[in-house]
């Protein structure tokens, strides 16, 4: 069970690897642009984490298609595809990858407690790093979205 | 944009209204069956929440696929055919739960967020209360799955 949960994020980490690009470019906010590309680097180490996970249990690295972040990215490139003003546009992008976070943050939490009953505490060591860089990466798309609020009431305002 | 969102989340409750009662019916720890039902009853009340907010903006309840919620229930339902000791498929029922719980935690933040961009204060009162439900679901499963990790532990050990 537990190394099919690894499989699942594997499969979910490399489908955010292709799809944060694409966020990035159709971000407008220049702080926005620049959280997708910081946290393209991020991803790839969590992928890199989960293969020295694979390695530990003594297992080939592979992936199981993780259906839940299948249909979070899918809806994100629906957002992709609207044509809207450009806040908005950068509002709603915002939120679709705060669902991705959430997804892996419940994930990653689950990983945790797992590699804990198991006794593995240096698998659970690594876990805590990504989920803590997970946390980090959500509440810096929260500041991001209050500037981004912030500005929009005052020129409604 | 913000309208949109709520016909999304209408949906994705609609579908957990559906999913809940299996995943109660699965589980084997009384206390999880429990709480799945008691959050069975807060789904309906989200429901009807949503249901008032299209009211407050003049339009008629509709759902909108939510893909997210799809992808995620239905990674749900492969763990409910899965064969396995019922104390593993508790704790993968957990976490499935709680990836459903924090796409919500995510989805209501947001619309939160764009409530207040609105000034619709009354909006943003609904949301909040439903907000601070999944929360506290989320926190539930947390509780549970210690407990539940804490008895697997000791039998192993």
């Not at 407008?28 to 969590?46: D, Q, R, V, Y």
Request: net charge negative; aromatic share 6%.
């Amino acid at each position: 069970m537990f190394i099919e949960e690894v499989r699942d994020m594997y499969d979910a980490e490399q489908r955010l690897t292709k799809a944060l690009p694409k966020l990035a470019e159709e971000s407008t906010t220049p702080e926005l642009k620049a959280a997708f590309e910081s946290h393209l680097g991020e991803t790839e180490t969590h992928i890199t984490r989960l293969e020295q996970i694979f390695g530990m249990f003594d297992r080939k690295a592979q992936t199981d298609t993780c259906k839940g972040m299948k249909g979070i990215i899918s809806e994100g490139e629906d957002i992709l595809d609207e044509d809207t003003d450009p806040w908005i546009k950068d509002a709603a992008i915002i939120a679709a990858a705060q669902k991705a976070e959430h997804y892996e943050i419940a994930a990653y939490g689950t990983l945790r407690a797992w590699a804990r009953i198991l006794g593995r505490q240096d698998v659970e060591q690594l876990v805590e790093f990504t989920l803590e860089e997970e946390k980090k990466a959500d509440e810096k798309l929260n500041g991001i979205a209050s500037r981004l609020n912030a500005r929009a009431a005052s020129v409604r305002g």
